[in-house]
């Protein structure tokens, strides 16, 4: 896969893009993070990254506070009984994910607004926490033949893990309607374009007055 250079750019947000959420929720290996990745380092002026709190284990190109806060298991459950979370699902068999509380204060302190990479579940709880500041993205791969290919690619996942990812990706195919907006990740300059299309169209939204 060949990537093109991400270039900054200043789109002309109308305020205000404060306490408006983006949520990318995808099966595993459909490309979300490589979006996201690629918004924020276009648009990231305007939006910044939800890091979540997981009690899986770190990968080799990951950075502890940047993709994610790796914890322990009972760091997690301490954080659920402190009322931490926004939301958070056992994502797979033993491993946890959540959204902390306090990553959307943090960003929305800075005046941006906050982008998030979840779950299918975690996506329509945010968007019921939020409905009229929420916009949720489901980056829908090719087939489920390429998410097997990109997380063999991706060579982050034992064979066992692969079964279950690949096994989860057909349940959350089912989900794609109840999205605001379907992003098909086939070939990627063009899912890109799109990303930052679909991010830049809703920032420059204004919200209907109550
Ligand atoms: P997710 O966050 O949804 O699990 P990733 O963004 O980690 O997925 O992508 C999984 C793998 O597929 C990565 O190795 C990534 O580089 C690759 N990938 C992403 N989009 C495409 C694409 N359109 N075509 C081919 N490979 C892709
Ligand atoms: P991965 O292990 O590949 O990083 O992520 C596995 C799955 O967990 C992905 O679908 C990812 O979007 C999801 N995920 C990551 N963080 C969160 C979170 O905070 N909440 C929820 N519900 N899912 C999350």
Redesign the pocket.
Known sequence: MTETPAQPLQIPVHPPIFGKLIV?????GAG??TLVRHVLAVMGNHIAF?V???T?KQ?ANEINGK??YFISHPEFVQKIENNEFL???E??DG?F???LKSEIERIWQQGKAVI????????F?IKNIYPQNTLTVFVKPPSIKAIRERLIGRN?ETNEMLEK?VEKAVFELQFETRFDIVLLNDKIDEAKAKALEIVSGFLQHKPEMP
């Open positions: 990318f929720a995808a099966p595993s979300k993070t939800s979540s709190a997981t899986r990968r993709d994610y939301e958070w699902q994502v797979y491993n994910y959540g959204t998030f990479d979840v779950d299918v579940e975690g996506a709880n982050s990812r």
